[in-house]
């Protein structure tokens, strides 16, 4: 009896590499202040936005960068030392959000107007979907309107900081500090909803999903805004304490940047095809950590530390383990290694027809490649094999 060995690669089926595609796994340095010129602490960049062929990025002491081709970066002149934390574009508008109620307007990210807010509290997040552009902030601070130079109050039903808001499936959602998200399908009426994390980092809707980020590692999904899903997502192969602070989703692709600390800080970039299985794609020493992010032009761009601004070259494929060489250690077993995402799960299933798959044996990732064995082969004439997600 002979005995075939293959490793299956087939469309639809999950052996296809996990080698995240070679876009988001290249990050570039497209602007930084000079080494000794500033601390990391004093300038920083927290807001990214991208529209009409321009890209924005503002931060720490009123600053705005903008570039046409996401490399290039010039300064421009904001009118406030405020700080910016947020920035959007929609109908042809720039809105940029900040301390003390700051709202500054621009039709090309260079010309900048300050608009009155009707408030003092800081302004953390801005969006804008259904003719409505919706700003949130601190103490429960929700403000609307429909041109962002006239503002009207809402009420939120809460005190908890309010860091990020995104629309989807009808519907606006604001995580707050205090573990609950707030919905609304207008921006005006507001309904609370608990949820089991702390989701102060930002959230981003795509592919029918909202995805919410959080300062202790969470990441948060939900369809609605109303049922949420709560997972921890540490950066593979790093044993870390992990802060998230904004999150973008563009091209299929969820993106959420933080920070990663271990014996120092390091800027943490991590991405997801659905929200819940995540990759780590970047772990940076400078920027020492990262707290905005968007997409635009076809690529990321990400902000921090010491005015940095970040590119990458794409989107990211899905992770995918794949079987490695099969080997056969003896008349009755065959040998072989899974590889994919360190510290991740994931199943080997045999099948002699490519057609009928049964479950092997499930295998730890732990340094991105592990063994596993098959001592049933001889009783096959040929015997396949893939490795799934679960």
């Known amino acids: 009896m002979s005995l075939v060995l293959q490793g299956l690669v087939a469309a639809g089926l999950c052996c296809a590499s996990n080698k995240a595609s070679a876009d988001l796994n290249q990050w570039t340095v497209r602007y930084a202040l000079a080494p000794g010129t500033a601390t990391y602490d004093g300038n920083y960049l927290q807001g990214a936005a991208y529209g009409g062929g321009t ?3 503002c931060g720490a002491q009123g600053r705005v960068l903008t570039s046409s081709d996401g490399a290039g970066w010039s300064g421009q002149a904001s009118g406030t030392t405020n700080m910016l934390f947020s920035a959007a574009y929609a109908n042809g508008t720039f809105v940029a959000v900040g301390e003390g109620g700051t709202v500054l307007t621009s039709s090309n990210g260079t010309n900048w107007f300050s608009q009155n807010s009707g408030t003092t509290n800081a302004l953390y997040g801005i969006t804008q979907a259904s003719g409505v552009f919706v700003a949130v902030g601190y103490s429960g601070t929700i403000l609307t309107s429909p041109d962002a130079t006239n503002w009207t109050s809402r009420t939120s039903g809460t005190t ?23 919905t609304s399908p207008d921006g005006v009426t507001w309904s609370s909803h608990p949820v089991d994390g702390l989701l102060y980092g930002g959230v981003a809707f795509g592919n029918g999903t909202f995805v919410a980020a959080g300062n202790e590692g969470e990441v948060a999904t939900s369809t609605d805004g109303v049922v949420w899903t709560v997972r921890f997502v540490p950066p593979s192969g790093f044993d870390v304490s992990v802060s998230f602070y904004a999150i973008a989703y563009g091209n299929g692709i969820f993106v959420a940047v933080g920070q990663a600390v271990t014996s120092g800080s390091h800027g943490l970039v991590v991405a997801s095809p659905d929200g819940t299985n995540w990759t780590t794609v970047a772990y940076l020493s400078v920027p020492p950590y990262l707290y ?8 990321f761009f990400a902000v921090g530390g010491g005015d940095t601004i970040l590119g990458s070259a794409g989107a990211i494929a899905p992770a995918q383990p794949t079987i490695g060489p099969l080997v056969a250690s003896s008349v009755v077993t065959v040998q072989g290694t899974v590889a994919g995402v360190p510290g991740q799960n994931y199943g080997v299933q045999a099948s002699t027809n490519l057609v009928d798959w049964v479950p092997l044996t499930t295998v730890q990732t732990v340094l991105g490649i592990e063994h596993f064995s098959d001592p049933a082969t001889s009783s096959f004439k040929q015997r396949f094999y893939r490795a799934t997600v679960p």
């Open 160 to 182: 908890a900081a309010l860091d990020g808001a995104a629309f989807g499936n009808g519907t606006f959602v604001v995580p707050t500090s205090s573990a609950m998200a707030l």
């Open 292 to 299: 905005g992010v968007n997409y635009g032009g076809g690529a």
């Open 55 to 57: 890209f924005v990025a």
